[in-house]
């Protein structure tokens, strides 16, 4: 692709997709039902597509002009497309999902020799021109359900088997294969086997790669007894690769886990449980090791008041890893288990759960039906971090929720600070000077929302932490910084939503502080269809969910999304 | 399949959007127009003749019993309402359809909430049941089962509004203020 050629082409593209959202505005935002020799079908749509042109090539990769000096101000323009296609006759389904990744205007060597590409190029930018994603058919009945093809999977609370999408982090992992639930009276058993089945673009950063297909089987079996309680005993095992191996070598390493859950979702009227522990045995580089893991929970209601507590004890647990290059960052988070770990949801955990115990305690109290007060801490204790250093976790924090105008307006304010403190050997742990401690990060949060005459609305939801230490500093400087969003919006429902940001950094690192402004403007076409037009910028980072985490670039440039849901 | 070159990207981008351009294009098996059709319905009743009948699921219920799609459609108008603990605007959105439910139940109206709770916050469900006082049945699909079917992009919220015959009339993506009193008039309408 040609660089005069490509602003043409995308111009082309986005005239072709205005075109698409004119002629579909009208339609009413529901399935296509139609008739073949008297059999009613159903055909469900759902296409997104992303067009970008991105003025930050520098995030990504370093371009140098012949002499060694570094390009400033590349760029490169990008499209993907996902075409979500279900047809349905009776009890069938059949589904199918298409993906396109298409660049221009990008390095020359990108997507170049495995073995001789720098990495910053290595499966970076491969024209992926239509492949297909995702397949399957499913039979759904009451009492048996059997799907070939693609499908997602998940024992108990994910400590042995976990295989769902975590879009915030591109992830979307499918067990590709077979997969029998047979449900009679109190006995339910689930029969799996396959090969793993990766999203193969990340779209953030244009990176790409091939299906590990790691080989997974497992089942489980669940007995309701007296009404009450559910019995559940689970086991799946798999092979991958070990580390160097070529994806045509036959896998030498592999992992078994098997565990058994106890949930008890009305103890009483006022207390619900539920249990699980998990056995591991990891065949690794010729060495095999063992680990298991303990996880519990219990909720219990009086009058306005619930409580939550979660604890978690886990000893050289390891995750499930997939057999992807693990030179290719942005894949490193794709993981076949996924064990809670009673942590906030978004915060930055170093290593949650290979050998890391403590408990969680939430307190909700609804004060008056319009308001609502939160309270939660958490102390764990790590003995597996990467310098074997043990670390413990403080991590107090609250929030409310106030309503008004019968529930049209809100404002959901919380915060909190997360101290974590060097352990038995404060030599390998850079604490902040005249402390013991690791790093603190003092959070806070917001979503706010006034509903005004005429269906519009002004909203404004955003965060801020601030952070010290890290291991930044030294042994006699402390280092601070802040960092978060901040977003207002105006919607005029159900037509139009106008949003301008603010985004910034301040983190020491190789670059100087960085702030980003951005605009956008939203469209919906339908209540299910949608066009979004973003320009300006967003800082990059960690972004963790779930214990899960991965760094994304920062980006400036445009951004065209369509979503038309049929 | 891979197709090389230029035109390629061109037909990588055109190919779905035809498949789209040429199904909108495509009347609805049961369209309100055409000459001699009656007018003065209202804008929300045309909206809502034509649909496709939902696929049938089974999912536990937070009090863990098995609860079917099948065991509602056909006989009540059903509003399937996808949301998450860890979803804001699901938060604000929930408590006007716990009174939507509450008001309209005894006229053949349930709301079937499914919880996209994964591993690390499904333990978060029953306090936030509790919480918000949800009293209509709230599903759990910790697999994505579900999700994968009727909300493929995983949107939170995302409800789907079926009539008394099974069909899906209505999709709705997203929570903003005031989306409430469109849901109300719909959800009315197909209970006259």
């Known amino acids: 692709m040609t660089r005069r050629a490509a602003p043409a082409v995308v111009a082309l593209l986005a005239a072709v997709v205005v075109a698409v959202v004119a002629l579909g505005a009208p339609r009413r935002a529901e399935a296509l039902n139609f008739r073949i020799k008297g059999q009613s079908f159903r055909l469900d749509i759902t296409e997104s597509l992303f067009s970008s042109y991105r003025g930050d090539l520098g995030s990504l990769v370093i371009e140098r002009t012949r002499d060694g000096q570094r390009v400033v101000g590349a760029h490169f323009y990008d499209l993907i497309n996902r075409l979500n296609l279900t047809l349905a006759w009776k009890k069938l389904r059949f589904f199918t999902r298409f993906d396109t990744a298409v660049y221009f205007d990008t390095p020359n060597g990108a997507c170049g020799d495995p073995t001789t590409t720098p990495v910053p190029l290595r499966s970076r930018f491969c024209q992926r021109y239509f492949w297909l994603e995702k397949i399957g058919i499913e039979y759904v009945g009451r009492e048996l359900e059997v799907t070939a093809g693609d ?49 193969n673009t990340d779209d953030s950063t244009g990176r790409s790669t091939p299906d590990p297909f790691d080989v997974i089987a497992g089942s489980r079996v669940e007995l309701r007894l007296a009404d009450k309680v559910i019995l559940g005993i689970h086991e799946a095992g798999g092979v991958f690769l070990g580390p160097g191996q070529s994806r045509t070598a036959q ?56 409580i939550l507590v979660e604890a978690k004890h886990y000893s050289k647990f390891q995750r499930w890893r997939s057999s992807i290059d693990q030179s290719l960052a942005e894949f490193n988070p794709v993981a076949y288990n996924q064990p809670p770990t009673a942590e906030r949801v978004l915060t930055e955990l170093t290593s949650p759960i290979f050998d890391v115990t403590g408990p969680r305690l939430r307190l909700d109290w609804r004060a008056t039906p319009w308001m609502l007060v939160f309270a939660s801490t958490g102390y764990f204790e790590d003995r597996g971090s990467p310098d074997k250093v043990k670390r413990i976790y403080h991590d107090p924090y609250a929030g409310l929720e106030f309503r008004w105008q019968n529930g049209a307006s809100h404002f959901f304010p919380s915060g909190g600070i997360r101290f974590e403190l060097c352990g038995e050997v404060p030599s390998a742990c850079l604490p902040i000077p005249g402390t013991n401690w690791y790093q603190t990060i003092g959070h806070v949060e917001w979503d706010f929302t006034q509903a005004l005459p005429k269906r519009l609305s002004i909203e404004s939801q955003g965060f801020a932490l601030f952070r010290e230490g890290e291991g930044l500093g030294d042994a006699t400087t402390s280092v601070k910084w802040t960092e978060g969003n901040a977003y207002l919006a105006l919607k005029w429902t159900p037509y139009l939503i106008l949003v301008g940001g603010y985004e910034w950094s301040t983190r020491p690192s190789t670059k100087v502080n960085e702030h980003f402004f951005n605009g956008s403007v939203q469209w919906n076409i339908t209540t299910a269809s949608s066009l979004r037009l973003f320009a300006g910028g967003m800082r990059g980072g960690l972004r963790c969910i779930s214990g899960i985490c991965r760094d994304f670039p920062a980006f400036t440039g445009v951004r065209l999304e369509v979503v038309i849901r049929l | 399949m891979i197709v090389r070159r230029l035109p390629a990207a061109l037909l990588a981008l055109v190919v779905p959007l035809s498949l789209t351009l040429l199904l909108t294009a495509c009347p609805a098996s049961s369209s309100t127009g055409g000459p001699g059709a009656k007018s003065g319905a209202s804008a929300s009743g045309d909206d809502m003749k034509a649909g496709a009948q939902a696929t049938d699921f089974t999912l536990r219920d937070s009090e863990g019993r098995n609860v079917s799609l099948s065991d509602y459609l056909g006989k009540q108008v059903v509003l399937i309402d996808f949301w998450a603990t860890w979803c804001v605007p699901c938060q604000a959105a929930i408590p006007h359809l716990k009174q939507l439910y509450e008001s309209r139940k005894d006229k053949g109206f349930v709301v079937l909430g499914i919880a996209m709770d994964g591993p690390e916050t499904i333990a978060q469900v029953p306090t936030f049941v509790q919480r918000y006082q949800m009293s209509f049945p709230v599903l759990l699909d910790e697999e994505t089962k579900v999700v994968n079917v009727y909300n493929p992009k995983r949107t939170a919220p995302l409800s789907l509004l079926i009539d008394k015959a099974g069909k899906i009339v209505k999709i709705r993506s997203g929570y903003n203020a005031g989306d409430e009193k469109l849901i109300e008039s719909e959800v009315d309408a197909l209970l006259q």
């Open chain 1, 251 to 306: 896998r030498r390493d592999g992992m078994f886990m098997y565990g058994v859950s106890l949930d008890v979702p009305r103890a009483t009227k006022w207390l619900s449980l539920y249990a699980e522990g998990a056995g591991q045995l990891v065949q690794a580089e010729d060495a095999r090791d063992q680990g298991y893991a303990l996880y519990a929970s219990a909720t219990a209601q009086a009058g306005p008041v619930s």
């Open chain 1, 151 to 199: 499908f997602y999977v998940s024992f108990g609370r994910g400590l042995v088997l976990s295989l769902r999408k975590v879009d915030e982090l591109g992830i979307d992992t499918t067990l590709l294969g077979g997969k029998v639930v047979v449900r009679k009276e109190n006995v339910s058993a689930t029969f799996v086997a396959g090969v793993t089945n990766v999203q």
